[in-house]
Every structure is written in C-alpha cells, then in structure tokens.
C-alpha cells in the first residue's frame, strides 16, 4: 500500500511532479489528533531528533551557563555561517578542546551565501562547518562533564550514545533496535512517525518525563524559539517559519524528508517522513500542519504554497499542500 | 493508481527513502520492448529533449562546419566549467553576438568545482555559465542563419520556438498542448513518455524521418557520444555513462527526474520520470535499463548501484533499481 501525495509540484497549469508521505499530530498525552500515511512504520529521524539528542547535555548540569545560542545549536543543522562556526567553537573552549576533537566530518556549509565565502578566501571546510558541529560539541561536553573518554564519543557503546538513546527510548516510548550510521558517524536509529511526534508532544508539554527532563526539554524548546537563526541559517525553512511563528512552533528539519515539530501551546507534536527523501515536500507538509493548526501571520503562505520561479525570476510553478494537507476543514 | 517503486535508497539494513515512476523502451518501429508505470500520462520532458530540440539548427544548415563539441553542447546541460562557456562563447562568435543575446538567463556552474571557481575570483555567473547555454547559443545561430530576428527567440510564437515545436511533434508522433515555461524561459511542452521513448528511437534509427532530420540526428548523437564531457561535465552521470559506454549509449537528463537515451546499436529509445523528480532515481532508472540491455564494463556497476558515503567517507547505504528494475530476466 502506498502513502498518498501529500504535495504537488506545478508547471503552470500541470502537475509536474508529487510526493508522497505520512505525517502525524499527536498530543501531550500521546492521542492521534491528525494522521495520514502509514505512521506505524519505523523510519529514521535522522536530525529531526536532535533536540531530543541534547537531552543529556542539559539534564546532566553539562550545559550550565551555556547561552540560548549554543543551546540552539547543540540542536541544529546549521548553514556553517560564520556565527554557527564561532558558537560551535565557543562551546568547544567550555570543554578545554578544539575543533580536533569532533567526530563529525567537515564538508562545505550548507548555506550558498557562507560557501562562496569560505570559497572566496580559498578555504577548505572543517568539522566546525559541518551542519551537525553544535549537536557534536553538546556531545564532547556532555563527555567531558561527565569524566568519559572524548575518543569515539560517536559510537555506539560509547557512554554519550548510551544516554541519547536512553532519552531517545523514553521521550519517544519506542524501543530502539540496531541502528543505521548518520552523516555524521553517530548511530541512527530508526523509529515510528507516532513515536516522534509523540516525543515532540512530550518535549512541548513535559507530560510523562521526569522533571529534570521536562525541564531540559523546555529550555531547549525555548532556546530554539529565542534563536532560530542558530537552528538553522540564513533563507533556511526553520529559520524562517520559527521567526514567523514567534515561539508558537518550533520546527527541526531531518535528511531524507523528515520534519519533526512542536506546537508549545497546543501541546502538539508533529512527525512526517516524505516517502522519498524531499526536503522541498517536508518543508510544504510542515508548513500546511502549522497553517492547519495555528492562526499563521500573511508572510507565512509563501512557505505553505512556495513560488517557483526560473533563472530570469519568471513565475513558472508552485509546490502545493494536496490530499489530506490540501485545505483546512 | 500509482507507480512503482523502481528505486529504493537504503541506510544500513533498512530502506530509507524509495523513488517511484515510470519508463519505457522502444524499438525503432515504436514498439514497446519494455515498460513500467504509466507511460501514457503527459510528462514535461524538459532538458531531456535537447537533442531533438537541435534538430533545426542542423538540418537548416546553420551548423555547417560546427565541431562536435559544439554540436554536443546545443544538446547539453552542463555544467559551466571554463571549456563549456568557451564553447558557448564560440557558438555565439560565428553569429557575430556575444552573451548578451542569450535570454536564459544567468546561474552559478551547476558543476561544484566550477562553481568554487568562480567565487574564488569573486566572479558573478552569466548567462554562458547556464547549464543551457549552449542550446541557447544553438537557437541564436539558428535565428541569425534564418534571417530572423534576435529578439525574443525564446518565446512560443517566435520562429525558432516554432521550428522546435515542429521538430518535437514529427520525431515524438505526439501533437503538442499548450506549454508551461522552462527554467531557461523557452516553453516546455508535455508529452507521454512513449513519445519520447519513440522519439529518441528515432533519433538513433532515422525510422520515419525525413533524410535531412535523420542525418541530423546521426550528427547530434554522435556528437554527443565522441564528447559526452560537453553534454554534462566533471564526475556528472551523462558524462561516465557515455565515457563507459563509449558510443553504445546516449543519454541526456531533464530536471525533474527525466532521462532520455538512445542505445544505437539496438535502435532502442528509453525514456523515464521519476514522480517526485529526483535526479538521484532516474540516473540509477537509466543505468539500470542501460545494464539491462548492454553489455556494460565493470565500472558501470557504480552507476546502477551507487554507494552513499558520509562526510567522514564511511559506507552507510546505496541507491538500488528495485521493481521491474532490480534484476535482469
């Protein structure tokens, strides 16, 4: 059986290409409030769990005296903008340590703007631009705070992972099988939609988790809300809808199609995996459910109904919420 | 009803991420020798078209004394590295015009080597870096051997437009809609995708041609092949697969998850969307229908199964043909 297309990709008066998915709204007590798609089935968050992933740094006391901006970046996947580097390597230096000690790979930044640059002055990339380098320096901290060794802090048997995928069991109520490896080397384990968007629920409201975990969880929520630019990056999708919607969602992108989202004043959390790993179609589902749930500012619709527009800015197309995230009812 | 899945894209043991769409191959009769999904419903074929899209500016005689380098960039997207935009600076020189005639407007070097080039430099792209400039140079050349006018060569009632749209119905066997607009600004016309199978068997056969659009086609494909660098450019998958094939195959890639090719030795035409349009899918469709029906060397498994590789360079997944792609009868 396949998931329904959830959004549409038009050339001026024909549908060009589509995507299917399944999403998912649960609330703070795990209740289904809007489904479509299958949601049973495990997929990988991949960096949509990231804010669940800082959990450990934050609970354990790792993060005292951190800044809403390192915060926001030990759950980020940043463009690699020169902010993004200097926040990383601020948190670095809380631990004694450099950019030496990161596991994550380097690659170019993610955001165009700050690639040309570091192209301009004839710079190769570090693990600092790597869009995972804030979630890594939570974990080299974590590690140190806690007296663990800082060598294969990315591994599986390593104590930092053993705790992110504690909390990734608890907040999410799955166990956890054998994981996959991420882009940036840690395990990924794949998990049901309803599992992530129940994690979302329980970070926005608290319910069900300790009280030191309830407590991590909305500082990291709010350090995100406060600081989206450090979630993300310039023109980027979360950037742009957190600095929209003003703290009344916070939105984390994950690759292959993944959005995970919470809704602090409703209570809601939101999962939805593209079937075949868009981005473009993640950020429409995403877009559509925070419209469908939430009394959106004007500048907003762009995001639900993006223009497409080709190299002379000429109007050519439009990506469009479809089937189930067509129309609010 | 919907396509099969022909692509799936794994992370470990666990399918991440799955492509679906359709194909088809014909032979020069325009019979159908195989097929998956529905191969009936209308499709933009964007780039994907090129080579039948050149066909005036040969048959007309415009391209007399034109090397194949030439010829293969009127069919290309490429990747605007230093020997593509000189090539397209050419095309213009024998017109007596330079860049400033082009209406497709101006993007940095698809290709990232390139691209890096030129923010090196501190360089801001033209429209010479436009992946299609050299089928935009091609209708310049065109326009200027028919005594047209230079102005607005690019638009629907234009006589280049429309010498195209004639080319695209006779080779196709399809009578053409109304068009959207392309990335470059020229229409894009939809057609089934048994159309551009049929039309790119044409192209390899001369079937049902006229004797001046046959031997333009010969010119155009084998142009192509003896410069499969012109069609696309450094590490792109038209590039390796022509190089690999080494005359057995002609492909060329549209946006949006397109793939048209040509297998001259068997007068076989192939043509492929992808739904969602993902680029990553049809290059492994075309491979694998490529591996189906050659005898392809050993590097070519690479192309039908690529691995995925993280930023530290570790094998974490591949792309496989799945379906009625996944193994040869």
Redesign the interface.
């Known amino acids: 059986m ?1 998931n329904p297309v959830v959004v549409e ?1 038009w ?4 549908v ?5 998915g399944a999403g998912v709204v649960c609330d703070g007590n795990g209740g289904v409030v809007f489904a479509f798609g299958d949601i049973a089935r ?3 968050p991949r960096s949509a769990v990231k804010p669940i992933q800082a959990l450990p740094l934050v609970e354990s006391g790792a993060a005292d005296g951190f800044s809403d901006k390192e915060l926001a970046l030990a759950c980020a996947s940043h463009s690699g903008e020169p902010e993004h580097v200097a926040t990383a390597a601020a948190m670095l230096a809380r631990a004694g340590v450099d950019e030496a000690a990161l ?5 170019r930044p993610l955001g165009a703007l700050a ?2 640059a570091l ?2 002055t ?1 710079g190769e990339p570090g693990p600092l631009h ?1 869009n995972c380098s804030g979630k890594h320096a939570g974990f080299v901290c974590l590690a140190c705070a806690q007296g663990l060794p800082l060598a294969g802090y990315e591994t599986v048997a390593h104590g930092v992972q053993r705790l992110v995928k504690a909390a990734l069991e608890d907040v999410c109520g799955e166990r956890l099988g ?8 840690i395990p ?1 384990y ?1 998990l049901p939609l309803t599992g992530l968007a129940r994690g979302f629920a329980k970070l926005a409201t608290g319910k069900g988790l300790a009280p030191a975990r309830a407590a991590a969880a909305r500082r990291l929520l709010g350090a995100m809300a406060q600081q989206p630019f450090h979630v993300a990056g310039t023109g980027r999708f979360d950037t742009q809808a957190m600095t929209l919607l003003q703290g009344r969602a916070v939105a984390k992108t994950g690759a ?2 993944v959005y995970g989202a919470a809704l602090p004043d409703l209570g809601y959390g939101i999962a939805i995996k ?5 981005t473009r ?1 993640a950020e429409v589902a995403v877009a559509a459910l925070m419209d469908r749930f939430l009394d959106t500012p004007e500048g907003f619709a762009s995001l639900v109904r993006p223009r497409l527009v ?5 109007h ?2 439009d990506l469009r919420p479809a089937g189930a995230l067509a129309d609010p009812p």
């Open positions: 396949s990709v050339r001026g008066d024909r060009e290409s589509v995507h299917r495990p997929v990988f596991a994550c790979g380097a690659h690639a040309r192209a301009r004839g790597n054998d994981p996959g490896v991420d882009g940036c080397s990924a794949a292959e199609g593209i079937d075949d790993g868009a179609a080709n190299w002379r800015g000429l050519v197309g």
